[in-house]
Every structure is written in structure tokens, then in C-alpha cells.
């Protein structure tokens, strides 16, 4: 049955002609600290750079940091050296699927591996922003690393959940979602076999009033989570109305999101 990464992959397969795929594009580009698509390609072609192999892509990611400590040095000892296998492996496969159907050139993925793509590039952001704004990130976000024991399977699903919920509060923030998109969300949902859980979840979100509490709440105490939310939030809306400035403006001090974090993460979706 289709859980809640699954949704995710496939409400974003069906969004990716329109402005979230190009904000997506612009945040594998990277604007700001080396481009992510660049990383991408490069991992996918064997995982050479020409700044010194994962350590150099890591420091790009990173903010430069040096690869023999710190943010850079976890990650590339947690990464087991680029592999998606091993030992917490850099989620190689879900970020090729998300790389592929932005970019093209990819081979055909499930809504699966595209909906962990994006919580792996949800993940990268996070670490990107928390080191720019100041902050050393307490641990790699789930996504980021590929899920290896059934318990870290339940914690992606656990976390695509709030990103799920982040994404359709963030669309009812300028009134309500249009009944045609709700409608065509529904039909996405029986055609993928969402199980009662999964379809239930979302049938509330998109009915009840827009209500950022129980995701601030999940987020809580796990600054690597709610800087994704955040994010998450910024990819779903075009943020062109007074009404969405103002939901993501207190959805950033809810969630305990420094302007420096935000900063960050706006310019990278946003191409500034």
C-alpha cells in the first residue's frame, strides 16, 4: 500500500511542469554555495570532484567547511564515503529519481523514490541553511540518508507526514485549496492505492481549516525538521499575496527559524 512518502512523490510528479519543478530546479542549481545539481551530477557520475572528491561536494553543501572535522567530517564519515549503501549512505537512489525527473535524462522512478528524493533535497537545504545561518545541525534529517532498518523506514514516513501536512497548509494559506485541485489530489490518491490511513490523513488536511500547530509541534526540539517544513512550505505556494507573506512569516517564528535560516533557504528556492 502507498504510504506517505509515496503521496508525496506523486503529488510532486504531478507538479513538476508547473512552478514548483522550476523552483525545484533553481534549488538543485543553487544559487547560493556551489549548486546542488552540480553535486547531483557529480554523484551520479562516480562521485569525482575536482575540489577534492565527496569531501569537496560536501563542502560545498556545507558552506565550505573543511572535510577534516565538523559539519563536512560527519557527514562524510555517516555518508560511508558516497555509497548508497552501508552504513546511513547518502540516499543516492532518491536523489537520482528527483534528479532525473527534474532534469531529464533520468531512468523511470517510482513516486516512492521521487518523494524521498525530495525529502533528501528537503535534507540538503536544511544542512545548507542551519551552517550558513550559524547553527551546527544535531544530526543529518531523515531523508538525507537512506533508511536502512525498518525503524528508520518509520521515521521517513513519520517525517514525509509532517512535510505532507506542511505543503497543503501551505496552500490553504491564502483562503482555501480550489475544490478541482482537491478533486484531482482524491483521484491521485485511489489510482496510487493510498491506504485508509494515508487517505484519510489527507481528506482532513484539505478540509479543515489551516492550522500550523500539530506541525510545529512535530517539529519541536529537531531544528533539521522544521527548517524542511519550512522549505517545504516555500515550494508549495508561489507566495504572491499578503495572506501568504503572512502565514510563512509566522509559520518561521513558530517553527524557531532564525531570518537568517530563512534567508537562505528562500534565496535558494527562489533563485535570488
Known amino acids: 500500500m502507498a504510504g ?3 503521496v508525496l512523490g506523486s503529488l510532486l510528479e504531478s507538479q513538476l511542469s508547473g512552478t514548483a519543478g522550476e523552483k525545484l530546479k533553481r534549488t538543485l542549481s543553487g544559487s547560493q554555495g556551489g ?3 552540480q553535486m547531483l551530477e557529480q554523484l551520479m557520475g562516480g562521485g569525482k570532484s575536482s575540489s577534492g572528491g565527496l569531501a569537496g561536494m560536501l563542502g560545498q553543501l556545507t558552506g565550505g567547511r573543511s572535510s577534516s572535522g565538523g559539519l563536512a567530517g560527519m557527514l562524510g564519515q555517516l555518508m560511508g564515503g558516497g555509497k548508497s549503501g552501508g552504513s546511513g549512505g547518502l540516499n543516492m537512489g532518491a536523489l537520482e529519481a528527483l534528479a532525473g525527473q527534474l532534469l531529464g535524462g533520468g531512468k523511470a522512478a517510482s513516486s516512492r523514490d521521487v518523494g524521498g528524493g525530495l525529502m533528501a533535497l528537503l535534507g540538503s537545504l536544511a544542512m545548507g541553511a542551519l551552517t ?3 547553527q551546527q545541525p544535531q544530526r543529518v534529517p531523515v531523508g538525507l540518508r537512506a533508511p536502512e532498518t525498518p525503524e528508520e523506514e518509520e521515521e521517513l514516513e513519520s ?3 509532517v512535510i ?6 501551505a496552500a490553504k494559506a491564502d483562503g482555501r485549496i480550489d475544490p478541482e485541485e482537491a478533486e484531482r489530489i482524491v483521484g491521485q490518491l485511489d489510482k496510487m492505492g493510498a491506504d485508509k490511513e494515508v487517505r484519510d490523513f489527507v481528506f482532513r488536511e484539505m478540509a479543515g481549516p489551516l492550522e500550523m500547530g500539530p506541525m510545529v509541534e512535530a517539529a519541536r526540539g529537531n531544528p533539521e525538521l522544521a527548517t524542511q517544513v519550512y522549505a517545504a512550505s516555500l515550494l508549495a505556494v508561489e507566495v504572491d499575496t499578503a495572506a501568504e507573506n503572512r502565514y510563512l512569516d509566522e509559520l518561521r517564528k513558530a517553527l524557531g527559524i532564525s531570518p537568517q535560516v530563512a534567508e537562505y533557504i528562500e534565496n535558494q528556492i527562489r533563485g535570488a
Open 159 to 161: 517525517a514525509a507526514q
Open 132 to 134: 550558513k545561518g550559524g
Open 4 to 6: 506517505f512518502t509515496d
Open 35 to 37: 549548486g546542488m545539481e
Open 164 to 169: 505532507l501536512m506542511a505543503m497543503i497548509n
